[in-house]
Nanobody, 127 residues
Framework: QVQLVESGGGLVQAGGSLRLSCAAS????????MGWFRQAPGKEREFVAT????????YYADSVKGRFTISRDNAKNTVYLQMSSLGSEDTAVYCC????????????????????WGQGTQVTVSS
């Protein structure tokens, strides 16, 4: 079965950058959209970014807009999250997710829009 595996997390100083990767493995993978979510201790899971698989159209949460960039490599079935100007507020477990069900609205901002999730990777930003 298809699995999503995140990598690239770690410890980074404030103002630094990290690139997260989410690779799909297993049988042939197909998704309408891919997304990144994060959850900090004691907080609700938060939408970060999403990308339409076929078109590459992206959407970002206001909190990360201008700092994070989501992209995808169709041939590699891999989604990336380039994070820059990181601050302590970005510390969280980051999970990638795949939307295998079409949303007629074209919006994939809610966790309920996604059916397949990775295990998560920890990002810790220190001063």
């Amino acid at each position: 079965q298809v699995q999503l595996v995140e990598s690239g997390g770690g410890l980074v100083q404030a103002g630094g950058s990290l690139r997260l990767s989410c690779a799909a493995s297993g049988r042939t993978f197909c998704s309408y959209a891919m997304g990144w979510f994060r959850q900090a201790p004691g907080k609700e899971r938060e939408f970060v970014a999403t990308i339409k698989w076929s078109t590459g159209i992206t959407y970002y949460a206001d909190s990360v807009k201008g700092r994070f960039t989501i992209s995808r490599d169709n041939a590699k079935n891999t989604v990336y999250l380039q994070m820059s100007s990181l601050g302590s507020e970005d510390t969280a477990v980051y999970c990638c997710a795949a939307a295998s069900r079409l949303r007629l609205s074209g919006r994939y901002y809610s966790p309920d829009d996604y059916t397949l999730w990775g295990q998560g990777t920890q990002v810790t930003v220190s001063s």
